[in-house]
């Protein structure tokens, strides 16, 4: 079986009767290329089949045009929707998305970055990256930058997210109020500054205090969500509140709870943050903090244009979380 061959630029000056560099010329859109000539090079390259290299034309123009995006969690029904969306918006300005998925380590998530460098990335747009403020730092200094769902960094990098603390504040405050006890977080610190955990955990705590009632929490970094609960229904029984710290960990949670026979909104009460689509879906019903995902993706490539054209000072944009009331926080009957 012949090994597959990818037509050439020599090929297609071979069959247009130019050299190759007249080819590369008529690739790149070169106004020098008289019209006959371009158009004995352009149905050559029709014949052939032949496309032109957009990473070998992007750097002879110096203008790749491609954003490398580093998630941390592709399997977070988030990160896919905000990923959707920031490639949609990216089509939409003409620019060309690559995607890294890192997980969450830090020497990894770094490893990616540093790869979409050497590939001569035009911009970045890293969600919840586990970085420290010098590994920010050095990237902004190398390549426009935009940090998306974190909320501190280095004047380097620009920041996109929703405010987090208060978005917390709205959920445990909803539990409170539809008759939910004890409320308890389900969450995770990461001692990544300026990460969306920190904050949303702060939040429940600032609203439990203003309640005047016990911040209780679980850090799942230490325990699984199946031991978390058991010992929450172990020491408190039905009707508690569970505020956690995305959606992903409240599905989880949701999973576990129905198999010993527990029905959100009824036997207890539970909010996720992020709006994922999964969370509107009838048969899951979650309430949960929107975001608003949409214009996340938006300010995000907007301020990397922004920085791609010149603008040196940090920008920032932060969004205005909002409730959104589902079934699994029913007011409490029982």
Do not use: W
């Not at 190759?20 to 352009?42: E, F, G, I, K, Y």
């Not at 405010?163 to 006890?181: C, F, I, K, N």
């Not at 949670?253 to 198999?259: K, N, Q, S």
């Amino acid at each position: 079986m012949a090994k597959p061959h990818r037509p050439t630029q020599v090929d297609v000056a071979r069959l247009a009767g130019t050299s190759r560099q007249t080819v590369s010329l008529v690739a790149l859109d070169d106004p020098r290329v008289s019209p006959a000539t371009r158009d004995r090079v352009l149905a050559a390259m029709h014949e052939l089949d032949y496309r032109p290299n957009i990473a070998a034309r992007a750097l002879a123009a110096r203008n790749s045009r491609f954003i490398g995006i580093v998630l941390t969690d592709i399997t977070n029904p988030f990160y896919a929707d905000l990923c959707d969306e920031l490639r949609n918006r990216c089509e939409a300005l003409n620019l060309v998305p690559l995607i890294a998925v890192s997980g969450h380590d830090r020497d990894t998530c770094l490893m990616s970055a540093e790869r979409f460098l050497h590939m001569g990335m035009e911009g970045l747009a890293l969600v919840s990256p586990p970085l420290g403020t010098a590994d920010l730092h050095r990237i902004g200094t190398q390549v426009p930058t935009v940090l998306l769902t974190h909320n501190t960094g280095p004047e380097q990098v620009d920041l996109v997210h929703c405010d987090d603390e208060a978005g917390a504040r709205m959920t445990t405050r909803h539990l409170r109020s539809q008759g939910y006890a004890p409320v308890v977080y389900l969450g995770f610190d990461r001692a990544v500054p300026g990460d969306s955990a920190a904050a949303r955990l702060r939040g429940f705590a600032q609203e439990m205090q203003h309640q005047d009632r016990e911040p209780l929490s679980v850090d799942l970094l230490s325990t699984s969500v199946e031991d978390a609960l058991t010992d929450v229904l172990d020491a408190f029984g039905p009707g508690a509140g569970f505020c956690c710290h995305n959606d992903a960990i409240a599905l989880e949670a949701m999973g576990v709870l129905a198999g010993r026979g527990l029905q959100a909104g009824a036997d207890y009460g539970i909010t996720g943050f992020d709006d994922s689509r999964i969370a509107s879906h009838p048969a899951v019903s979650l309430t949960s903090i929107d975001p608003r995902t949409t214009e996340l993706a938006e300010a995000a490539m907007g301020l990397l244009s922004e920085r791609i054209g010149g603008r040196a000072d940090q920008a920032e944009e932060v969004f205005a979380p909002r409730l959104v009331p589902r079934g699994s926080t029913r007011p409490r009957t029982g």
